[in-house]
């Protein structure tokens, strides 16, 4: 995991999933929210001048109002535990799903963070009309680099479109999030991933994020 994550926010390819988060409509197409609200996003990030300065804490609100609204947890982190998350305590899924929302926050943070003018480019949407369940597919276009396939998986929930997978050059956060901490699991225990999860968020200050 930590060396997938290094990838991303190196080549600050999760500032593109910016895209599709903001105030989630049902009536809006999600490849039209995407497009709708990256605008908003990059603008923010781009003359925000507490941000340029480095702001850390800025940066957690911004990912705090416009992006982590707009995730469906429940699924994500269902996903992301497999079959650990049917064997969890109500407990441990509940401490899981606060750990991995912040554990989200940071990573998103720092890639914001990373920002550097990279430009989005928005496939046609292939979806039937009545579609719940879509892939928006998009393209990063890198300054000297080659162009980056970053598709977002998104379901249609009672208030609107929400994300639950992001794919990156075909490698999913879900798959990728669920083999680490499989690992952990199976060798420590969930007890022991949750408290792994919150001394790094504890040490990036993070100790209450919102769930």
């Not at 109500?90 to 799903?97: C, K, L, R, S, T």
């Not at 000297?144 to 609107?160: I, R, T």
């Amino acid at each position: 995991m930590k060396s997938f994550l290094k990838f991303l926010v190196s080549a600050s390819l999760l500032t593109s999933s910016l895209a599709f988060f903001g105030a989630a409509n049902a009536e809006t197409t999600p490849d039209a929210l995407v497009k709708q609200t990256a605008d908003e996003v990059l603008t923010i990030i781009k003359n925000d001048k507490e941000i340029q300065a480095g702001n850390q804490q800025q940066l957690f609100a911004v990912v705090e109002a416009k992006i982590l609204p707009n995730f469906d947890f429940d699924r994500v982190c269902r996903m992301v535990l497999g079959k650990n998350w049917k064997a969890a305590t109500p407990e441990q899924q509940a401490a899981f799903q606060k750990e991995f929302r912040s554990l989200l926050l940071r990573t998103y943070a720092t890639a914001l963070g990373k920002y550097k003018d990279q430009v989005i480019e928005y496939k046609p949407l292939r979806a039937e009309p009545d579609a719940k369940n879509v892939s928006v597919k998009t393209q990063v276009l890198q300054p000297g680099g080659q162009p980056v396939a970053v598709d977002y998986s998104l379901v249609k929930a009672e208030n609107g479109w929400k994300v639950y997978d992001i794919v990156i050059e075909s490698v999913s956060l879900v798959t990728n999030y669920r083999s680490q901490f499989s690992n952990e699991i199976r060798q420590n225990g969930l007890d022991s991933l949750n408290k792994k999860l919150a001394e790094k968020n504890k040490a990036a200050g993070l100790t209450s994020a919102k769930s």
